[in-house]
């Protein structure tokens, strides 16, 4: 098998370029005052209604092409622009302007015994890569944090949703260029060549993070090649427990949302926990509004003496982020053997408890290491905009820089400004 050496050497030309280019609009970003960078937002926002039926176009192209590659319906699903859709990205842009701006923030400042004044500013990360799924709404959600934030942005959405991020990559840089601002400071990279996301995550003097968003597959290969650092999100193996001293109406409507929201978000439950003393008396009903809605569902044993109608639970569904209407069901002696589950199990993204137990509610909010954990809520608003972040980037199952969803704050960090009138070292 030959190489073609043209075509790769025009890729790490073009990709060199998107890194220097983004390096250099980071620069002149860090001069870019709030009001420049929010009425670039508001641009944004405004073209993406009166574009619609355009974008809607361009998006029709990447659906036909999904659909007849037999994408599953979760992802067309995430796939599809609408004009609900739409109207929810350009609400979304317009609440990030309204936010307050983080650059430039100061933490308390604390006064050395010599007078010296010391204290944290917030700054952008720079240069952000962000890889991708099929969802066309991530393009502007990243474009209008990063920018906020100060950061220059280079994306590669997925090769499904090649047409729509393209056009909406067009109205971004028109947004930026009507508020003065350098349009190089969002890039969508203009290829499906999976070969370009080697190139990015490589591109050590030029990107400072790489946020990946997509499957174990894509994380697995970030981590084995890449150079820059990366701020990564693993898939959302989300569960709910339902407490011996739980409230069992609320427990029934948050454990109902929770699975029936939306199968396709990552805040999506998985695998629903019960207490023994409780499960007799909301499992049947429960299951029987799952089944009304065309939950199939998969229960252990105990679980399954209760509702026949689950087939046999395997590790696989303990493991497994369906991201589709099916539900794994386990039955548990007690609050213990729920987060043993769930440390067992879990990837780290959110998992809820329903009580009205104060010391049930405080040891597993305590005890559960993931990165949100609920209580007497559904799973489903693991999101940036419930937790009052405006849109997000993602969610963050690391430890380190940013941890859940991450939005303006994640988006930056420190250094440390001092200050004085001539003092010196002793």
């Known amino acids: 098998m030959t190489t073609d050496t043209s075509t790769t050497t025009t890729l ?18 860090m001069r870019a005052d709030d009001a420049q960078k929010s009425a670039a937002l508001l641009h944004i926002a405004s073209r993406l209604q009166a574009q619609a039926e355009v974008l809607k176009a361009e998006n029709a192209q990447d659906v036909e092409k999904a659909r007849a590659n037999g994408l599953e319906p979760a992802m067309l699903d995430r796939l599809t622009l609408s004009d609900k859709s739409l109207a929810l990205m350009a609400t979304g842009l317009r ?3 309204a936010l307050e701006d983080p ?14 004044r010391v204290s944290k500013m917030r700054i952008p990360l720079g240069v952000v890569g962000i890889i991708y799924e099929s969802r066309p709404n991530v393009t502007v959600d990243a474009a209008a944090l990063c920018l906020k934030s100060g950061n220059a942005a280079i994306l590669r959405g997925g090769s499904e949703a090649f047409c729509s991020n393209q056009a909406l990559g067009q109205i971004i840089q028109e947004g930026l260029a009507h508020a003065g601002l350098p349009t190089h400071a969002v890039q969508t990279i203009n290829t499906t060549d999976r070969a370009a996301v080697g190139r990015l995550i490589t591109l050590a003097d030029y990107v400072d993070v790489i946020i990946p968003r997509g499957g174990k597959g894509l994380i697995r290969r ?17 569960h709910v427990y339902i407490d011996r001293d739980a409230d069992l109406k609320m427990a029934h409507d948050i454990a109902f949302q929770a699975k029936t929201y939306r199968y396709g978000v990552c805040g999506s439950m998985e695998t629903l926990l019960v207490h023994q003393d409780v499960a007799q008396q909301i499992l049947p009903a429960l299951a029987a509004a799952y089944i009304e809605k065309d939950v199939e569902l998969r229960g252990c044993e105990r679980t399954r003496q209760l509702v026949p109608q689950a087939a046999p639970a395997t590790d696989e569904d303990w493991a497994t982020e369906y991201l589709a209407a099916i539900l794994a069901i386990r039955i548990v002696d007690s609050i213990d053997e729920a987060m043993v589950h769930i440390a067992r199990w879990s990837s780290g993204h959110t998992e809820a408890i329903v009580t009205d137990s104060l010391t049930a509610a405080n040891r597993f909010q305590r005890e559960v290491d993931s990165s949100s954990v609920y209580v007497n ?7 940036g905009f ?41």
């Not at 650059?103 to 010296?116: A, D, K």
């Not at 981590?223 to 701020?231: G, L, Q, S, Y």
């Not at 939005?407 to 001092?418: A, D, H």
Request: one cysteine or more; charged letters at 20%; glycine letters at 12%.
């Open 95 to 97: 609440q990030i302007a």
């Open 386 to 426: 419930e937790y009052g972040l405006g849109a997000e980037i993602g969610i963050s199952t690391n430890r380190l820089h940013a941890r859940g969803p991450v939005g303006l704050e994640g988006l930056t960090t420190y250094k440390w400004v001092l200050e004085g009138n001539g003092q010196l070292r002793g």
């Open 103 to 116: 650059v430039g923030s100061r933490s308390e400042t604390r006064i050395r015994p010599n007078g010296m």
């Open 222 to 238: 970030l981590e084995a090649e890449a150079t820059v650092p990366m701020i990564r999100h693993l898939d959302g193996n989300c």
């Open 12 to 29: 790490d030309a073009d990709m060199l370029a998107y890194g220097q280019q983004a390096r250099a609009a980071s620069r002149l970003l």
């Open 377 to 383: 809520l559904p799973t489903v608003f693991a999101d």
